[in-house]
């Protein structure tokens, strides 16, 4: 058996985490950990008057809401990579990111074409426009931009 096959073995679906010299899954502490964040976030929306009728059911029902994201952002922080299957050891060098980062380079000079011809146009005009939609035209440029980048990329491979 080649190394990389036992290495690939060692590792498991959740990825392990590591605590002082032993190693445990990924899973047992994000659960917890997450569910506990969530509800945090769920007192704290209480008591600012997120749901000012029925705090503790505004409070429940955003931390049930908010539970399955914190608990995958807790296991995305504290999870080892290098013990996660199918994951690859130097992602930064795959053909993937090699399309990412060209794709996001382009949406870059895309933006300042857009941005600057779009304050042309209103500059000349007088339009006024709110910042939120300006944000917002900027943000929408940007993703599309990107994903035809990526899109492109992708089949020109």
Same mark, same amino acid.
């Given at each position: %058996?080649?190394?990389?096959?036992?290495?690939?073995?060692?590792?498991?679906?959740?990825? #392990?985490?590591?605590?002082? #010299?032993?190693? !445990?899954?990924? %899973?047992?502490?994000?659960?917890?950990?997450?569910?506990?964040?969530?509800?945090?976030?769920?007192?704290?929306?209480?008591?600012?008057?997120?749901? +000012?009728?029925?705090?503790?059911?505004?409070?429940?029902?955003?931390?049930?809401?908010?539970?399955? +994201?914190?608990?995958? =952002?807790?296991? !995305?922080?504290? %999870?080892?990579?290098?013990?996660?299957?199918?994951?690859?050891?130097?992602?930064?060098?795959?053909?993937?990111?090699?399309? &990412?980062?060209?794709?996001?380079?382009?949406?870059?000079?895309?933006?300042?074409?857009?941005?600057?011809?779009? =304050?042309?146009?209103? %500059?000349?005009?007088?339009? #006024?426009?709110?910042?939120?939609?300006? =944000? =917002?035209?900027?943000?929408?440029?940007?993703?599309?931009? !990107?994903?035809? #980048? &990526?899109?492109?990329?992708?089949?020109?491979?």
């Amino acid at each position: %058996m080649s190394s990389s096959a036992d290495q690939e073995t060692s590792r498991s679906r959740w990825g #392990r985490v590591r605590f002082g #010299r032993g190693r !445990a899954s990924a %899973m047992a502490p994000a659960i917890p950990l997450g569910i506990g964040v969530a509800a945090v976030i769920g007192a704290v929306a209480a008591l600012v008057g997120f749901a +000012p009728e029925s705090p503790w059911v505004g409070a429940f029902s955003l931390t049930f809401a908010m539970s399955g +994201p914190m608990v995958a =952002l807790v296991w !995305a922080l504290c %999870m080892d990579r290098s013990t996660l299957r199918g994951a690859l050891d130097r992602p930064e060098e795959s053909v993937e990111s090699s399309w &990412y980062d060209k794709a996001t380079q382009g949406a870059f000079h895309d933006v300042l074409l857009v941005s600057g011809l779009a =304050l042309a146009a209103l %500059m000349i005009t007088g339009t #006024r426009v709110e910042g939120s939609v300006v =944000l =917002l035209g900027v943000l929408a440029v940007c993703l599309v931009s !990107a994903g035809t #980048r &990526y899109v492109i990329n992708r089949q020109r491979s």
